[in-house]
Nanobody
Framework: QVQLVESGGGLVQPGGSLRLSCSAS????????MAWYRQAPGKQRELVAR???????NYADSAKGRFTISRDNAKNTVYLQMNSLKPEDTAVYYC?????????WGQGTQVTVSS
């Protein structure tokens, strides 16, 4: 059974930082590309950042320079370090794994940026 379990969300003030984690089980983690998506109320789910099995990364324009995606294949975990957070970063953040014909979603973790 495949599971993606996110953690690290919460309430943070503007300008603050959070680190999200996504722990995967039931997949050969190292061969999967991993990504973080987010969905704000009333908006479509959007890609935030993606990392290949080999470590290549790409980011949404809104995340460039502020967010960093990384992975630890030994721990089957992908991270999203988020700095300089803005109120518009408020959303549910989802972990996503894709490999071959298979793809999986986590249950999401809420990030709220507010003073």
């Amino acid at each position: 059974q495949v599971q993606l379990v996110e953690s690290g969300g919460g309430l943070v003030q503007p300008g603050g930082s959070l680190r999200l984690s996504c722990s995967a089980s039931g997949i050969t983690f190292s061969i999967y590309a991993m990504a973080w998506y987010r969905q704000a109320p009333g908006k479509q789910r959007e890609l935030v950042a993606r990392i290949s099995g080999g470590g290549s990364t790409n980011y949404a324009d809104s995340a460039k320079g502020r967010f960093t995606i990384s992975r630890d294949n030994a721990k089957n975990t992908v991270y999203l370090q988020m700095n300089s957070l803005k109120p518009e970063d408020t959303a549910v953040y989802y972990c996503y794994a894709v490999g071959g014909l298979s793809n999986y979603w986590g249950q999401g973790t809420q990030v709220t940026v507010s003073s």
